[in-house]
């Protein structure tokens, strides 16, 4: 064969190299991890897609062939991709302003997102611009994820106190009716929330290799099924359709797509860059070089499937690549056979999924999300250079300020550093040399 057409197969096909890969060791090791991350990707899966607005067993569903066609056209082994917070939260705020979460029209939104940002992502990739991603600062990235993570967490202790969302409301808001909703707490549901929230604490931090989010909602979701926990009024995962795999055209809709298309252009964005970050570090731990033009070509085409799925966007999941790096996985065949791991919890136990009750849910996205807070990235941004931390700053803000279209916040962020870098870039700073008396040429400003 030509080497001209192998290195176009390569690039078309990248999951031919794993043939070169796999001895019985490397298949071992990697049905070893894609066990170990399908473990974490069921409970995280229907948390996930609580939090988008979506039934719970939606996110099952873009665990699936998504997570399948991102590992076979991606380029990094560990990278393992399904539902994630930052998107969640994405999805859901993108299309508040259209529907009502949960009803036919807020599914059919969501993937109608995910195609939108699949195809930007894929045309990226094509095109090999992979670099622009560059242009959004480390400082605004993070000062968006933690205004993320407060939205994320202030959405999440409704169903863990047991009382009625508001939906996507702005952050001020939010916190008042959070306030207002107190008295109604259902007390059985904040018991078991915070009974979770403290054993997946301990477990991450004594026992974090054990799969902790399986063990506690198996555990308290026992005990709560024995407690009588619905009953007594607590909300459950509910019950799951018949077909496990709905494939379908997307519906499109002109207008619709035109509401969406900012939003899915955030999106896409903010999930390549949490998709590079868990490459980067992959990619530093095991010495495999990868392709940031070929991972927005396989992160898009997941988007794609997830919209042919009628499920929801998909991003790379830091949490879940870390995991399979850990584990050691060795090539994409892991996160391929998690997503099969997860399709057989599907088929296998559709009624144990059902009963399992929300505030659970609540209590690993808040331990979750609880990770991604930390203001050190800001404050060394602000000692390394004034403009970078009050671009973050901006950025943190303006996402607070702005909810729920928390896409402003990003875009405040990025325009505020590209604006300074341009204001930079029109005064330098010059340097008249004069001789020192010591005999030296030194600035003489």
């Not at 991350?37 to 229907?46: K, R």
Request: aromatic share 6%; charged share 10%; net charge positive.
């Amino acid at each position: 064969m030509p080497l001209a057409t192998q290195r176009l197969l390569r690039r078309l096909l990248p999951f031919l190299a794993w043939r070169r890969q796999l001895d019985a060791a490397t298949l071992r090791t990697d049905l070893l991890a894609g066990v170990s991350v399908a473990l974490v990707a069921i409970p995280q899966a229907l948390a996930y897609a609580q939090l988008a607005g979506l039934p719970a067993y939606v996110g099952l569903y873009a665990s699936l062939l998504p997570s399948i066609v991102a590992a076979l056209f991606g380029s990094s082994p560990q990278l393992n991709t399904g539902p994630v917070a930052l998107t969640s939260l994405l999805t859901a705020a993108a299309l508040a302003p259209l529907a009502l979460p949960g009803s036919d029209t807020w599914l059919v939104l969501a993937v109608q997102l995910a195609l939108l940002s699949g195809l930007l992502q894929l045309a990226v990739g094509a095109l090999r611009l992979a670099h622009f991603a560059d242009l959004l600062s480390h400082p605004v990235l993070h000062g968006f994820i933690n205004a993320c993570s407060v939205l994320i967490c202030l959405a999440q202790l409704p169903a863990l106190l047991g009382i009625n969302g508001a939906g996507q409301l702005p952050f001020a808001e939010g916190l008042a009716h959070l306030a207002g909703s107190l008295p109604g707490t259902h007390l059985p549901s904040l018991a078991l929330g915070t009974a979770a929230i403290v054993l997946l604490t301990l477990l991450n931090r004594f026992a974090p290799r054990w799969p902790g989010m399986l063990l506690v909602i198996a555990g308290l979701g026992t005990a709560a099924w024995f407690g009588g926990f619905e009953a007594s009024g607590g909300k459950v995962v509910g019950a799951l359709p018949e077909q496990v795999i709905a494939l379908a055209l997307p519906a499109t809709d002109w207008r619709q797509i035109t509401d969406l298309l900012p939003a899915a252009f955030v999106l896409a964005l903010v999930s390549f860059l949490e998709a590079m970050s868990s490459c980067k570090i992959a990619a530093a731990r095991t010495g495999k070089r990868w392709d940031g033009n070929q991972e927005l070509i396989g992160q898009g085409l997941a988007k794609l499937t997830a919209a042919v799925c009628q499920a929801y966007p998909v991003s790379g999941s830091f949490g879940r690549s870390a995991f399979l790096l850990g584990a050691g996985a060795r090539t994409g065949l892991a996160s391929v056979i998690g997503a099969l791991m997860v399709l057989a919890a599907l088929l296998a136990i559709p009624g144990l999924i059902a009963h399992i009750p929300r505030p659970l849910l609540a209590a690993v996205i808040l331990v979750t999300v609880a990770k991604l807070l930390s203001i050190a990235p800001l404050r060394e941004a602000w000692r390394s250079s004034r403009d970078d931390g009050l671009a973050g700053t901006v950025s943190f803000v303006a996402t607070l300020a702005f909810a729920p279209h928390i896409e402003i916040g990003i875009l405040a962020g990025l325009i505020l550093a590209l604006a300074l870098l341009i204001y930079r870039s029109m005064k330098p700073r010059v340097a008249v040399l004069g001789r020192h008396p010591d005999g030296t040429w030194r600035d003489a400003a």
